[in-house]
C-alpha cells in the first residue's frame, strides 16, 4: 500500500505547463501516506462536472524548483484511467483498437474495405480522424483527389505529420526509373521486388509511407501489398517456433552508397507487455551478414525459419493487389508500433 501511495503521489508533482514530473521520486519516501483527503465537485469549461481529489500527505517534498508541496490534486477521470486494478486493466486493454486483419477479409474486394477518404475531407479535424483512425485499425488508407504536384502533396503529408529526413531526401521524393547508371536503389529499377517494409536498415525506420500515384502506366501498374500482422498472426498459430524465433533473434539490415553506409540491427516482430504484435520489420534483400548469431541460430535461419517466412509472406491470402489512379494517394503503415496494424508493399 505504501509504494502505491508514492506511485500515486509522484503524478501529483507534475508541471501544469509541460507535464513533465517536477520531483525526484526518490525524495518522495515509501512510507509517504495521505493525511486527509476530500472530494471537490465543480463545473468544467464545457460544463460538465469536474470532480476532483485532493490529498494532504503526512510530509512534505521539494519540487525542483526549491518549492516544498504537501497537496496532490487529481481528477477523478484519471485516477480512473490510471487505476492499476486487474479489473480496470483488462477493460482497458479490451478497450483497445484491435487491428483488422486483412485475412479477416478473404473473399471480399479491396475495394469494397480498404478505406478510402477524400482530400477535401482530411482538411478538416474530422475528416483527418477518420482517415487516421482508418490507417490505425487497417494499416492502409487511399486519400482520394489529391493533386500531383511535390509542393501541394508535401502540404497534405505534413498534415499527418513531420516528414522524416534521410539520407535519400529531406522528406519528399519520387521513385520515377532512373537510367540503369543512375540507380541507386532497386525502387527506382523495373525489377520485381519481393513484399517488404522500407528502410529496415534505419534504426528508426520510416513510420508510414506515402504513395502519391501522379502517372499510371498504360498496362499492369498494379499495387501489390501484403499485411505482415495477418502474416504474424498466422505464424503465431502454425509455426510458433519461427514466430519465437523472430521475436527474439535479432536481424542486422544495411544499406550502401557512394558516401552512405548504414545498419540496423533490429526484431523482425515487436510485441507489447501483452504479446500482441506491434511491429514488422523485414527485407531479404537488404539482410547483412549474421555475424551476431551463434552458428546454431543460422542454421536454425536458414533451414527452418527464413523459408517459412518467405513463403508465409507471399501467400495470396494476406496480400490485396490493387491499381492506384492518378490522384490516389496510399498511405501504409511501414512499422507502427501502437497500436499495431502492418503492411508491407511493392509498387510496381
Ligand atoms: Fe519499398
Not at 495521505?34 to 471537490?40: D, E, I, M
Not at 498466422?234 to 552508397?257: D, G, I
Not at 518467405?310 to 492518378?326: C, F, G, K, N, T
Request: aromatic share 8%; net charge negative; hydrophobic share 40%.
Amino acid at each position: 500500500m505504501a509504494v502505491v501511495a508514492q506511485a500515486i503521489r509522484v503524478h501529483g508533482c507534475r508541471c501544469p505547463w509541460t507535464a513533465a514530473l517536477q520531483v525526484d521520486t526518490l525524495d518522495i519516501p515509501q512510507s509517504t501516506q495521505p493525511a486527509a483527503v476530500r472530494l471537490t465537485s465543480e463545473k468544467g469549461d464545457d460544463g460538465a462536472p469536474l470532480e476532483r481529489l485532493i490529498i494532504d500527505w503526512d510530509c512534505a517534498v521539494p519540487l525542483h524548483g526549491g518549492e516544498h508541496v504537501q497537496r496532490s490534486e487529481y481528477s477523478l477521470e484519471w485516477l480512473r484511467a490510471h487505476s492499476y486494478s486487474a479489473a480496470d486493466r483488462a477493460t482497458r486493454l479490451q478497450a483497445r483498437p484491435q487491428p483488422v486483419l486483412w485475412t479477416q477479409m478473404a473473399g471480399q474486394p479491396s475495394a469494397e474495405w480498404l478505406p478510402r477518404v477524400d482530400m477535401a475531407a482530411v482538411s478538416s479535424d474530422p475528416g483527418l480522424r477518420a482517415a487516421m483512425s482508418a490507417l490505425r485499425d487497417y494499416g492502409a488508407v487511399i486519400i482520394n483527389g489529391m493533386p500531383t504536384s511535390v509542393v501541394e502533396t508535401q502540404g497534405v503529408c505534413e498534415r499527418i505529420g513531420h516528414l522524416q529526413r534521410t539520407f535519400y531526401a529531406d522528406g519528399m521524393w519520387d521513385t520515377a526509373p532512373k537510367a540503369a547508371e543512375d540507380i541507386n536503389d532497386t525502387a527506382y529499377s523495373n525489377m520485381e521486388l519481393k513484399p517488404h517494409t522500407d528502410c529496415t536498415y534505419l534504426s528508426k525506420a520510416p513510420g508510414l509511407q506515402f504513395f502519391n500515384c501522379v502517372a499510371q502506366s498504360s498496362s499492369g501498374g498494379m499495387t501489390w501489398i501484403v499485411d505482415g500482422f495477418s502474416v504474424a498472426a498466422a505464424m503465431k498459430a502454425s509455426h510458433p517456433r519461427t514466430f519465437q524465433f523472430f521475436c527474439n533473434v535479432p536481424m542486422t539490415f544495411y544499406a550502401k552508397e557512394d558516401d552512405v553506409h548504414v545498419q540496423a540491427t533490429a526484431y523482425v516482430f515487436e510485441t507489447d507487455y501483452e504479446g500482441h504484435i506491434t511491429g514488422f520489420r523485414f527485407n531479404n534483400d537488404d539482410r547483412a551478414a549474421m555475424s551476431s548469431l551463434t552458428e546454431g541460430q543460422v542454421a536454425a535461419f536458414y533451414e527452418e525459419h527464413l523459408p517459412v517466412l518467405l513463403e508465409m509472406s507471399r501467400s495470396p491470402e494476406v496480400a490485396e493487389e490493387l491499381q492506384l489512379q492518378v490522384g490516389d494517394m496510399l498511405i501504409l503503415d511501414n512499422n507502427r508500433h501502437d497500436p499495431p496494424a502492418i503492411v508491407q508493399c511493392r509498387l510496381r
